[in-house]
């Protein structure tokens, strides 16, 4: 986008309710205006809008191998995110970006992969997941790990149960409490980790989910003998104006929205907020 301060106008041509209760989650699927192709990176993200309401900075939760669309997968919790949920087919919304450095995909080629989610967190790790099955033969062994509260609270359901029938990937599903008719691990994200003991041997490990979540998944992983530079988390939940004006995202020395929102632990762990 060659002015970063003008938003492009986006048609929503699909919605799908992924999570109800408290904070629902809904994810959207939309086309640019005289069918532009954003050409982001996996692991960026875009600023999100409706005229007249607001924008919010929200990770972009499709592959750059699929340009025919964007997805958007937001949680309601505020007046932005409230005025997104209102929106049908058909709308027009605005679009920014995109934003970051987005994951270094195309350096994993011929490792394998290993993606931990939790919550809305799996929604930054979906393009991996598109990317690597959309060019399958170019990667290793695939794991995908993802977690949440309840069998309700796992968003894209209906494609990882789809996954799970495959015999070139693992998915790995977990709910931190048992409930009646689940037939996955009960536990949170970090306990399935060591339980799944994914090798550490030309492998990439790909976390995102709550913060308490990485932490806990990190240390696990280093624990089974993943190396801090094998080990990739994004932080775009701290971005806010997403070109490093507004000074919101600084972490130590960094500006998420600049240098980040995709970091390996080598670089993070010695920061303060980290």
């Not at 924008?55 to 939760?61: D, G, K, L, P, Q």
């Not at 062994?141 to 799970?164: M, P, S, V």
Request: aromatic share 8%; net charge neutral; hydrophobic share 35%.
């Amino acid at each position: 986008m060659t002015n970063p301060y003008l938003p492009e106008k986006a048609t929503i041509v699909e919605t799908r309710d992924e999570t109800n209760g408290a904070r629902p989650i809904k994810t959207f699927k939309v086309v640019l205006e005289h069918g532009r192709v954003l050409n982001q990176k996996p692991g960026q993200c875009a600023m999100v809008g409706i005229l007249r309401v607001g924008e919010s900075m929200i990770s972009i939760a499709s592959s750059p191998t699929r340009p025919e669309y964007l997805e958007f997968s937001i949680m309601k919790l505020g007046r932005v995110t409230s005025a997104l949920h209102n929106c049908e087919a058909g709308e027009t919304i605005t679009i920014r970006g995109p934003y970051g450095n987005g994951f270094p995909i195309e350096e994993w080629r011929d490792k394998n992969i290993v993606t931990i989610g939790g919550g809305i967190g799996q929604a930054p790790l979906r393009p991996i997941v598109q990317y690597v099955l959309d060019n399958r033969e170019d990667f290793g062994q695939f794991d995908i790990i993802y977690g949440a509260q309840t069998a309700n609270d796992l968003c894209y359901k209906a494609e990882l149960l789809a996954l799970q029938k495959r015999d070139d990937l693992k998915v790995h599903l977990s709910i931190d409490m048992a409930e009646p008719g689940w037939q996955g691990f009960v536990g949170f994200v970090p306990n399935n980790v060591l339980r799944i003991k994914p090798s550490p041997q030309n492998t990439i490990a790909i976390t995102c989910g709550p913060p308490i979540m990485i932490k806990y998944v990190i240390h696990n992983l280093l624990e089974l003998g993943f190396s801090e530079r094998q080990i990739f988390t994004t932080l775009e939940n701290r971005m806010k104006c997403g070109i490093g004006k507004c000074g919101r995202c600084n972490v130590g020395n960094l500006y998420v929205c600049k240098d980040g929102p995709v970091f390996n632990y080598a670089t993070l762990k010695d920061l303060p907020e980290f």
